[in-house]
């Protein structure tokens, strides 16, 4: 494998607490060497012929960027987007890995389909870690196999878009992820409260004539997980092997679900969040003229909603940043706004959205953005050696210019699907370079 | 047209204006406007008035009309609203009328086709030609002869709709129009059928749970259907909602003897009103059939006259 000399940027790792100018030298798929700008082993001539040298000079080198829920559609899915397509996406946005949720066709509830989404032939350009799920075929009823599912590659189960209501089914999963280490993620909705709804529910919705999803069918069942939790985590001390449940709540888009977030982090539990940059920055008035999209699940929601998201990201209480990539065909979204399925693509815009916004407008320190796109993701799901940039890490990296500004061009996107609510959007921070495992996977075509 | 929401004072004051100009007309000479022009009605749910009458108001112009409907065409095979559009629309139509059962399809045509949309109703968000028909039944009787009307013309009217308003688009196309025209808008329903959140909805609409109040506060008082077919699972005691909302001549006597009666039909006799309220002195039930054949006459000659895409 080659060597690849990255001199002159400025490093920002959030994991190290490192911020300032260092040339990086990445080496046989790792970090080898992290120095003083001149002052690695390569440095002053030293680089060989077989030395890739990109000058980072006045660019941002960060850990590439990890995000731990997206939808790569394969295996049975393929019209919307392959595991080739999703990553080569993901690459373009400056993420090296990424976790994939396993509402797949068939869903990914076996070690053999985990294996096959990570198998060389699927043609990733960044890392996969697949999500498996928690039941059979994600119909919240028997449990798979976590042990073979984790030693297949799963980094966590999950039922995603189907969540699992039953108390006993979600108490069983929670155990048995527990003893085998993995985390629980929750797509908290109470489908009994959201059937044929396809908005948030409000006068926004009243006036469009559109039945709307309650808040209280995110925020119920979160409390109800939470509940649950604080049962199994015996007061914070754990079963009798000192293991304690991690609850993972996905896609966080109301005010009381991030509050019982916070409130079970008081309370000493491994209760997480994530929150999606649509719901940091859009309300359901997006929703406008009925534009499919801005129809996703959970819905954009009230403004009070939004201004929460960002609140509990500036203080803290969000532990990542994901984007819910959900890529569908162009014919599926043109139809009518309650036949048209939930979700947007999210790769390609979520580092710039989130340079633009939480940290150009909202002042979220740059290195606090970088660690909720990649050291704390990548911890939050034992991610060994992702999201840091430290002697020994995985040689990912992401090299951006921070102050460029861009227009997102959904047209422009390598994911097999357009659909995105920020066409048009000005951006900030332009990915320049994606490096996995050493490899150069993304290079921004204007470079010079 | 697709939604209230595009119709100032002018532009009500235009279409009421055409309206009675092509009323009158000499229906020979009427014919004339629109002759052999292509125009399509696109159903995907079951209309009497309003299919009748936006098809009587093409004809009356001398337009060529097609009637393509869910049952009976390829919509059955699965074919999506924007192929049936487009089909109909390299089959040579100028402007679709659409009824649907989503809210919101009108949109979705129109970004597709490029053509003219005139919604004849989209699920439960709204109807604004039935808006327009029910304006030019309340002016002809608290406002006879005006045709030109101002953000002050219905000024210290009420006007209280009781019934199913979540489901109705006839409510949320009235409660649009009618207070950019001056009139208060008092919803009235069981909380099933009316959320608190619909006096949020905007200016010049308020929320009253007693019937009674709220017909006496009217100078007109439509009466809207229970939408069975929108229901969607919930479970409603119709004896309570009788008991509670059902407009008889006891209650109309006793709360609103001198109020206008409407209601959009299909009327359910015996159970939103009795029959007796519907065939009374007080009903305007059929002049609202009647004067949706000349509002509708000139929304769609406006859909094929008007500049540039959209009327």
């Not at chain 1, 080496?27 to 890739?52: C, N, W």
């Not at chain 1, 039953?166 to 409260?193: C, F, P, W, Y």
């Not at chain 1, 859009?282 to 406008?288: A, D």
């Amino acid at each position: 494998m080659s060597t690849i000399l990255i001199k002159g940027g400025h490093l920002i790792d959030p994991a190290s607490s490192v911020d300032g100018l260092r040339d990086v030298v990445l080496k046989d798929g790792r970090v080898a060497e992290i120095a003083e700008p001149g002052k690695s082993s390569l440095g002053k001539g030293k680089a060989g012929p077989e030395t890739t040298i990109i000058d980072a000079k006045g660019l941002t080198v960060a850990p590439g960027l990890v995000d731990i829920h997206v939808h790569l559609r394969e295996p049975g899915q393929g019209h919307k987007e392959t595991i080739a397509t999703g990553t080569a996406a993901a690459a373009a946005g400056g993420f090296t890995s990424v976790a994939a949720m396993p509402n797949t066709t068939p869903a990914n509830d076996t070690p053999e389909i985990t294996r096959w989404m990570q198998a060389p032939e699927r043609g990733a350009s960044v890392r996969v870690f697949p999500i498996g799920a928690a039941t059979r075929a994600i119909k919240g009823e028997v449990l798979t196999d976590y042990a073979a599912l984790k030693s297949a590659g799963a980094v966590a189960v999950t039922d995603d878009g189907h969540p699992i209501l039953k108390d006993s089914i979600m108490r069983e999963v929670l155990i048995n992820a527990t003893r085998q280490g993995l985390s629980v993620i929750q797509h908290a909705e109470d489908t009994r409260l959201t059937g044929g709804c396809s908005m948030n529910a409000g006068p926004t919705a009243f006036r469009l004539g559109l039945r709307g999803m309650p808040p209280e069918a995110e925020y119920g069942l979160v409390e109800r997980d939470i509940r649950l939790v604080t049962e199994l985590s015996m007061n914070g001390k754990g079963d009798k092997n000192g293991q304690r449940p991690h609850l993972h709540v996905a896609h966080t888009s109301t005010a009381r679900a991030v509050a019982a977030v916070r409130q079970a982090r008081r309370n000493g539990l491994r209760v997480t969040c994530e929150v999606a940059p649509h719901h940091f920055l859009l309300t359901e008035e997006h929703v406008g003229a009925y534009d499919t999209n801005a129809k996703m699940n959970p819905p954009l929601r009230s403004a009070a909603d939004r201004d929460a998201m960002i609140q509990g990201i500036l203080d803290g209480v969000v532990d990542a940043i994901a984007t819910d990539h959900a890529p569908h065909a162009a014919f599926e979204k043109e139809v009518e706004f309650e036949r048209a399925p939930n979700g947007i693509t999210g790769l390609e815009s979520a580092l710039g959205l989130s340079l633009r916004w939480l940290h150009h407008e909202w002042k979220l320190p740059l290195g606090r953005v970088l660690s909720l796109l990649s050291a704390q993701p990548a911890a939050l799901l034992g991610l060994r050696g992702r999201g840091m940039l430290a002697v020994g890490s995985f040689a990912d990296v992401v090299i951006f210019d921070p102050g460029a500004e861009w227009v997102f061009r959904a047209k422009d996107s390598r994911s097999k699907s357009k659909n995105t609510p920020f066409d048009g959007w000005t951006m900030q921070g332009r990915v320049r370079w994606t490096i996995s495992e050493g490899r150069v996977v993304f290079q921004a075509e204007t470079v010079g | 047209m697709l939604s209230s929401r595009e119709l100032t004072p002018e532009r009500v004051s235009e279409i009421l204006t055409l309206a009675t100009e092509l009323e009158n007309e000499d229906p020979l000479e009427r014919a004339t406007r629109l002759a052999k022009r292509r125009i399509a009605l696109l159903f995907y749910e079951s209309s009497t008035r309003t299919r009748t009458s936006f098809e009587l108001a093409a004809k009356g112009l001398g337009a060529d009309t097609t009637l393509v409907s869910s049952l009976s065409s390829s919509i059955e095979k699965g074919e999506t609203l924007k192929d049936t559009g487009l089909t109909l629309k390299a089959l040579g139509a100028e402007a679709i009328i659409l009824r649907h059962p989503s809210s919101g399809a009108p949109w979705l045509l129109e970004r597709e086709t490029r053509l003219p949309i005139l919604n004849a109703g989209d699920g439960m968000h709204e109807h604004p030609s039935q808006a327009l028909l029910d304006l030019r039944t309340v002016l002809n009787h608290l406002r006879p002869g005006e045709t030109h009307v101002t953000a002050e013309t219905l000024a210290g009217v009420t006007v209280a709709i009781t019934g199913d308003i979540l489901h109705s688009r006839v409510a949320r196309s009235n409660m649009i129009l009618l207070p950019r025209l001056g009139a208060r808008v008092v919803f009235c329903g069981p909380k099933e059928l009316l959320p608190d959140l619909a006096a949020q909805a905007g200016p010049g609409i308020s929320v009253e749970r007693n019937f009674e109040r709220a017909l006496g506060e009217a100078q007109v008082v439509i009466m809207l259907r229970i939408q069975a077919e929108r229901l969607a699972g919930l479970q409603l005691d119709l004896e309570e909602y009788k008991t509670g909302y059902q407009l008889t001549e006891a209650r109309l006597a006793a709360f609103a003897p001198r109020a206008l009666v409407m209601h959009p039909g299909p009327i359910i006799r015996g159970l939103e009103l009795t029959g007796e309220v519907a065939d009374g002195p007080q009903s305007a039930i059929l002049e609202q059939v009647h004067h949706g054949v000349a509002i509708r006459m000139a929304l769609v000659y406006r859909a094929l006259t008007a500049v540039g895409v959209g009327a």
